[in-house]
């Protein structure tokens, strides 16, 4: 069995190939891939992609490497809309369950005008930028990625996308190896 290590190493080949950027599979499948790993390599992983990311992006012009967190865009919405003094408050004096249904209604998640969505799709090179999604441990309960996978095919179809996942993948994303979430058959393993 291979280390996350050789996993890890096995990504920058397979993101420069220009193949990967256009692949639209045989049954015009999505472009998007899994990276799944142990949630303990979290700050392995983090290290990787923000080195991986600097490392193509300053040697090649064909490609950029964007990072997008979905714990980071949960929190800037919340900022933009003037809600998150508000969420911590009520977090604070009703308990962190209590604010994860008006956080989603706050990010329209599911609905046609998405706000997750509409952040990680804004302003893509079509073929040149590859999404790296990370972030998805921090921001569930809130945030599914299934959820965010289901909502995104329809938006990005001519870049690549790697979800960054702490846990397994099989058909079936079980984040931290615990929480089972919906079944999601579109995406493939990449390394």
Not at 7 to 32: H, M, S
Not at 128 to 152: C, E, M, Q, Y
Request: hydrophobic share 40%; proline share 3%.
């Amino acid at each position: 069995m291979k280390t996350l290590s050789d996993r890890l190493k096995e990504l920058e080949p397979k993101i420069l190939d220009i193949n990967f950027r256009t692949n639209r599979g045989t049954a015009n499948e999505v472009n998007f891939w899994i990276v799944d790993y142990d949630a303990e390599d979290e700050m392995q992983v983090r290290d990787y992609i923000d080195t991986l990311a600097k490392h193509i992006n300053g040697n090649y012009e064909d490609i950029n490497i964007k990072i997008i967190d979905l714990y980071d865009i949960m929190i800037d919405v919340l900022e933009e809309k003037g809600y998150l003094d508000k969420v911590m408050q009520m977090e604070k004096t009703k308990g962190s369950y209590e604010v994860i249904e008006p956080i989603k209604r706050t990010l329209r998640l599911t609905l046609d005008n998405d706000l997750v969505v509409a952040k990680i799709s804004k302003g893509l090179e079509p073929v040149k930028d590859v999404v790296f999604l990370v972030g998805v441990g921090k921001a569930w309960p809130v945030i599914r990625s299934h959820t965010v996978l289901n909502n995104l095919h329809s938006k990005i179809d001519s870049n690549a996308l790697v979800m960054f996942f702490p846990g397994s993948y099989t058909s079936k994303l079980s984040l931290f190896d615990e929480i089972t979430d919906d079944n999601y058959y579109r995406a493939f393993k990449l390394v």
